[in-house]
Every structure is written in structure tokens, then in C-alpha cells.
């Protein structure tokens, strides 16, 4: 299987591929642009997507975030290049911006993470990447690598219009994969019960409450546990919608490949148990 890419790089103040957004850098030529920002943790073994951990190895969890990061980036650069919308990654830790390195696409940029609670976290980055000078900001999860470009496109046109609004993308485990800002209201990441199935329905309350427009995206889901990962594989590699699809997700060809070597991998490895060599045959 894949290995961590990043194994033995040394990571703090190397040279690294992406330029680095500084909130107090704000630029005028950003205002009509759309930011679709990933937020991301550096992809290295035991410190991401470890609820994959079994039925993968922590590595293979690791390589599996790559494909994802790497998948979704693609998907965004399609959709930048379509209209009036830019690429980010908001990561975690600082200091590990080298990890990043050649998995992004041209014109991606980096902006640190800030904040303790998760709540914190998407507040900050709205705020910061909104301080940049961005005209609105789309919170993207890394975990939905076949998510739909049509529903970046929709949330990117929604915030295109006059007018203030939230654009909210749910995931069918109750909490989403996206939500869109022109302004950094703080409410809809208030008194929110995260990493559980009232996500969303909580969101949609503080939404309510601040007396915002809301713009609701299709349903979709994001890949954290086996289960999960048993959806993505159907889809990839069945061509199975999910249940509650009514258009096909994005190719995600990265993911794919690596999904099928690893399934190709696993057969073949029966195959020798079952099929042990005998000493005659040696």
C-alpha cells in the first residue's frame, strides 16, 4: 500500500510550495472572488481520519486523507475556474505547511487555523479569510471527496447575490459539510453540540435566530468511519449512488485508484492464504 509521502521530512521553517494568507493583507481585487476554503489537519499517520483505523492502518488512513485532499482541491479548482471563486486550505498545525506540499493545485493558498473548540476554529477562519478581503467564504469539510461540484457551484453563486445570507450543505449523519459567509456572524457557530447528529438542526436554529437568509445545498456525506468508507467504496468503485442521491458525486479519480489497489491487494492476499505453497510445490 501507499506510504506516508511526508516520512522523514523535516517541517517548520523549510520553503513550502503555497503562499500564506496574513488576515491583516487585505486586497481589493479579492472582493467579488469567493473563497472555497478546505479545512484540513496535516495528513500524517495517527493524526488524521484514525476512526478509519480499523478496518484501515493508521497509514493507509493517512494516505486515504491524502487522496481526499487531494481530490477535493481538484474539484474546487474546476469550480474556481468556472467563475468567481478561489482555492485555500486552512490547516492545523502551524508550522506543518510543508505537509501540504505537492498535493494542492496551482493557485491554492494556506491560512492557518486559530481557535480551541471546532466552533472557534470556523469562526476564526471566517473571519480571517473574510479579512483578507474576500467578498464571501465557503467552510468546506475534508472528508466528502465525491462531493457534487454542482453544490459548490450553487453555494458560490448564492453568495454572489446582493444581500446577506448563510449557504449550509448537510451531511445525512445530521451535521454538514459546508457553510457559506459574506459576513463572519458568530451565532451559527454558537452553543453547537459538534461531532454529533444535531449538528445541522442546531446550525439551522442559530441561523434562524440571527434573522439570517439561509440557502440550503443537497444532502450529502462525508467518509469517518467504516461504515462510511463502505458508501465511498460503493460509490467509486459499484457506481452506486448513496441512498439519498439524485445526482452523481464528483469522480474523485485519486481516491478511486487508491481504493481499488488497495481492494485488488487485499483479494490477492486471500487468495495466497487460502492457496497456501506446499513444500512439493517449492
Known amino acids: 500500500m501507499e506510504q506516508d509521502p511526508f516520512a522523514g ?8 510550495s503555497y503562499p500564506i494568507l496574513h488576515p491583516g493583507e487585505r486586497r481589493a481585487e479579492r472582493s467579488s472572488v469567493c473563497a472555497l476554503a478546505v479545512m484540513a489537519k496535516a ?3 495517527g493524526k488524521v481520519k ?12 493517512a494516505a486515504l486523507n491524502i487522496c481526499f485532499l ?3 482541491t481538484r474539484n474546487i479548482a474546476d469550480v ?9 486550505i486552512c490547516y492545523t498545525p502551524v508550522g506543518d505547511e510543508i505537509a501540504f506540499d505537492g498535493l494542492l493545485p496551482d493557485g491554492f493558498s494556506l491560512i492557518p487555523q486559530r481557535g480551541d473548540t471546532f466552533g472557534e476554529r470556523l469562526l476564526a477562519a471566517a473571519e480571517d479569510i473574510l479579512a483578507c478581503g474576500y467578498g464571501a467564504v465557503c467552510l468546506i469539510d475534508s472528508d466528502s471527496p465525491t462531493l457534487p461540484a454542482h453544490s459548490l457551484e450553487l453555494a458560490v453563486e448564492a ?4 444581500g446577506d445570507r448563510v449557504v449550509l450543505g448537510g451531511s445525512d449523519d445530521g451535521g454538514y459539510y459546508l457553510i457559506g459567509l459574506k459576513h463572519p456572524h458568530r451565532l451559527p457557530f454558537e ?3 459538534w461531532s454529533t447528529g444535531n449538528v445541522y438542526a442546531e446550525t439551522l436554529e442559530r441561523i434562524h435566530e440571527a434573522r439570517l437568509e439561509l440557502v440550503e445545498l443537497p444532502m450529502w456525506y462525508d467518509v469517518d468511519d467504516a461504515a462510511t468508507l463502505t458508501v465511498l467504496e460503493a460509490e467509486l468503485l459499484s457506481r452506486l449512488r448513496p441512498g439519498f442521491a439524485h445526482i452523481d458525486g464528483y469522480s474523485a479519480g485519486i481516491t478511486k485508484d487508491y481504493l481499488a489497489a488497495r481492494r485488488q491487494a487485499l483479494v490477492a492476499n486471500a487468495s495466497n492464504f487460502s492457496n497456501p505453497v506446499t513444500e512439493d510445490q517449492r
Open 9 to 16: 521530512k523535516q517541517v517548520g521553517h523549510e520553503k513550502h
Open 80 to 88: 474556481a475556474a468556472r467563475g468567481a471563486a478561489t482555492g485555500l
Open 43 to 45: 495528513p500524517r499517520a
Open 159 to 162: 453568495l454572489s447575490q446582493p
Open 70 to 72: 487531494r481530490d477535493t
Open 191 to 193: 452553543r453547537i453540540t
Open 50 to 61: 484514525t476512526r478509519l483505523s480499523p478496518p484501515l492502518t493508521l497509514e493507509e488512513s
